[in-house]
């Protein structure tokens, strides 16, 4: 990785990572129950981008990127037997699932840095998450999406008083009430009937995913408070 700090008030950083990964555990489902396979080799490469900028005092830009390629570099996926022959696909090349390419997270925030507002503070938070596949063969993908989320805060020292701090804070997310996904299962091919070609490779055609995909759904619109003391 590389850091760069052009001036006091701005800094950039740069990291890039290329990992082999041998016997990486995989968990799928069917639509009956979950399981887990080995994948006998994967790579995972990609690049981490961020940026930290105080342009004025109190304020402050935060900004990340991230790229994250996973895919399979040596992996049969084995679904089962016809008329007592192996069907296996070659899912070399293909994207993992349940990984999503490109994320992206920005933080424009303020906090009084000084006078009797000191600790009071406020910022509002860009979040992206684009679309990703969830099944070996690259079928079945889930849509991106982006969300607004909203947050003031306060951080107050008091002293010569059995409460030394306080911190109070209240945030809305998913401040415009996305419908989004959130995450799910890696759900798992089936095959349909047809011919068989060879010993080894069912048709194309014939390929499906299970039957529906458990998915997590995002949180509707949300407001939290709290307050935390110290003694």
Same mark, same amino acid.
């Given at each position: 990785?590389?850091?760069?700090?052009?001036?006091?008030?701005?800094?950039?950083?740069?990291t890039?990572?290329?990992?082999? $990964?041998?016997?990486?555990?995989?968990?799928?489902?069917?639509?009956?129950?979950? %399981?887990?396979?080995?994948?006998?080799?994967?790579? $995972?490469? +990609?690049?981490?981008?961020?940026?930290?900028?105080?342009?004025?005092d109190?304020?402050?830009?935060?900004?990340?990127?991230?790229?994250?390629?996973?895919?399979?570099?040596? =992996?049969?996926?084995?679904?089962?037997?016809?008329?007592?022959? #192996?069907?296996?696909?070659?899912?070399?090349?293909?994207?993992?699932?349940n990984?999503?390419?490109?994320?992206?997270?920005?933080?424009?925030?303020?906090d009084?840095?000084?006078?009797?507002?000191? +600790?009071? +503070?406020a =910022?509002?938070?860009?979040?992206?998450?684009?679309? =990703?596949?969830?099944?070996?063969?690259?079928?079945?993908?889930?849509?991106?999406?982006?969300?607004?989320?909203?947050?003031? $805060? %306060?951080? $107050?020292?008091?002293?010569?008083? %059995?409460?030394?701090?306080?911190?109070?804070?209240?945030?809305?997310?998913?401040?415009?009430? !996305?419908? %989004?996904?959130?995450?799910?299962?890696?759900?798992?091919?089936?095959?349909?009937?047809?011919?068989?070609q060879?010993?080894?490779?069912?048709?194309?055609?014939?390929?499906?995913?299970?039957?529906? #995909?458990?998915?997590?759904?995002?949180?509707? !619109?949300?407001?939290?408070?709290?307050?935390?003391?110290?003694?």
């Amino acid at each position: 990785g590389i850091d760069w700090t052009p001036s006091p008030e701005l800094n950039f950083s740069v990291t890039g990572f290329n990992e082999w $990964h041998r016997n990486e555990i995989l968990t799928l489902n069917n639509a009956l129950v979950s %399981y887990s396979q080995n994948i006998p080799s994967s790579l $995972h490469r +990609g690049v981490e981008l961020n940026a930290d900028w105080r342009p004025f005092d109190g304020w402050r830009l935060i900004a990340a990127y991230t790229f994250n390629n996973q895919f399979f570099t040596n =992996y049969w996926d084995d679904l089962g037997t016809v008329a007592g022959r #192996a069907v296996l696909y070659n899912r070399a090349g293909n994207r993992i699932p349940n990984v999503a390419p490109h994320t992206v997270t920005m933080r424009l925030g303020y906090d009084q840095p000084f006078g009797d507002l000191s +600790g009071l +503070g406020a =910022y509002a938070e860009y979040i992206f998450k684009s679309d =990703y596949t969830i099944d070996n063969a690259n079928f079945t993908t889930l849509p991106s999406y982006s969300l607004i989320n909203l947050n003031a $805060h %306060y951080n $107050h020292d008091i002293d010569n008083f %059995y409460v030394k701090n306080i911190e109070l804070f209240f945030e809305v997310s998913n401040v415009f009430n !996305r419908t %989004y996904v959130a995450g799910a299962f890696v759900v798992a091919n089936t095959l349909l009937a047809g011919p068989i070609q060879t010993p080894l490779v069912w048709p194309t055609g014939g390929l499906v995913t299970a039957q529906g #995909a458990g998915i997590l759904a995002g949180q509707p !619109r949300a407001f939290a408070g709290g307050i935390k003391l110290k003694f």
